[in-house]
């Protein structure tokens, strides 16, 4: 199993590609807000489901939500960090995107 700052680094990567597109602000939810941190917003919810069909190999999934959150913009760095991040955590073993 990798070690935390290996993980850590890979997040990071695949959130510097998703900022690298980005034109708006990724908005998110405080998680310390008793009112609203049982919600997430559509952002949040598009990065979980692009994570998720990388790891699931749903490669037309992953690239619709993808696709959403870097506003139309060139996914194809941003879904190889997160085909990285699932090797790493030993989710996928054969990359689709490289």
């Not at 680094?9 to 405080?30: V, Y």
């Not at 998720?52 to 760095?77: F, P, W």
């Not at 941003?78 to 073993?93: H, K, P």
């Amino acid at each position: 199993m990798p070690f935390g700052a290996t993980i850590a680094h890979a997040i990071l990567i695949s959130i510097n590609e998703l900022r690298s597109l980005r034109t708006r602000p990724f908005a998110f939810q405080n998680p310390y807000c008793t009112h609203c941190s049982t919600d997430i917003t559509n952002e949040e919810r598009y990065l979980l489901l692009a994570l998720r069909s990388v790891r699931l190999g749903n490669k037309s999934q992953a690239s619709t939500n993808a696709l959403l959150l870097c506003e139309n913009e060139d996914t194809s760095a941003f879904l190889e960090s997160l085909e990285r991040l699932s090797i790493i955590t030993g989710d996928i073993d054969d990359p689709t995107y490289s």
